[in-house]
T-cell receptor
């Protein structure tokens, strides 16, 4: 039973345009959501997070939107750059769960073409 | 080196052999985690530890053993390796202060069981 779902395995975007990566979840008991970026042969790196009490969080070119009623979050990258090409993982933490105990989606591979 | 390191980076072993993957962090983070990454599954939690001498099972613990005698080290042992344990293994850590939820990942160990 997959609690965090990234239904698009891949996404291709032109440089300078917006990239939108999507994530759905099934458990209402998540209190934090996070996005990680992963390059080949490297570990995932933390990108941005959002608390369940908010609906938007922004950090430079990256914005995460949370729609609790739809159990959906999205990561917007504007403008997209070739260096953004990586696999992006969505993750969620349960209320009262062990500190930092996260559930990850399967990832979406983003390709930004020059 | 500061941060979180894993060794070895690459390992080939035979079925039935015992193998230990090492993880070391210099931040004195309380929580440490082991994940495996497989195609089509994303990141799955194997074991985690809240502090020295405190460990708990994650989603896929069978066939693995962990220990944590010191805060900075969290080794993962495959007692009798099987081909299904061929994977990329990531260690991660997170502090407890400030309510942090993001995890910081090591570079990974690619393990092949023949």
């Amino acid at each position: 039973d997959q609690q965090v779902k990234q239904n698009s395995p891949s996404l291709s975007v032109q440089e300078g345009r917006i990239s939108i990566l999507n994530c759905d979840y099934t458990n209402s008991m998540f209190d934090y959501f996070l996005w990680y970026k992963k390059y080949p042969a490297e570990g995932p790196t933390f990108l941005i997070s959002i608390s369940s009490i908010k609906d938007k969080n922004e950090d430079g070119r990256f914005t995460v939107f949370l729609n609790k009623s739809a159990k959906h979050l999205s990561l917007h990258i504007v403008p997209s750059q070739p260096g953004d090409s990586a696999v992006y993982f969505c993750a969620a933490k349960r209320y009262g769960g062990s500190q930092g105990n996260l559930i990850f989606g399967k990832g979406t591979k983003l390709s930004v073409k020059p | 080196d500061a941060g979180i390191t894993q060794s070895p980076r690459y390992k080939i072993t035979e079925t039935g052999r015992q193998v230990t993957l090492m993880c070391h962090q210099t931040w004195s983070h309380s929580y440490m985690f082991w994940y495996r990454q497989d195609l089509g599954h994303g990141l799955r939690l194997i074991y985690y530890s809240a502090a020295a001498d405190i460990t708990d099972k994650g989603e896929v613990p069978d066939g693995y053993v962990v220990s944590r005698s010191k805060t900075e080290n969290f080794p993962l042992t495959l007692e009798s390796a099987t081909r299904s344990q061929t994977s990329v293994y990531f260690c991660a850590s997170t502090p407890t202060s400030g309510g942090a939820v993001e995890q910081y990942f090591g570079p990974g160990t690619r393990l092949t069981v023949t």
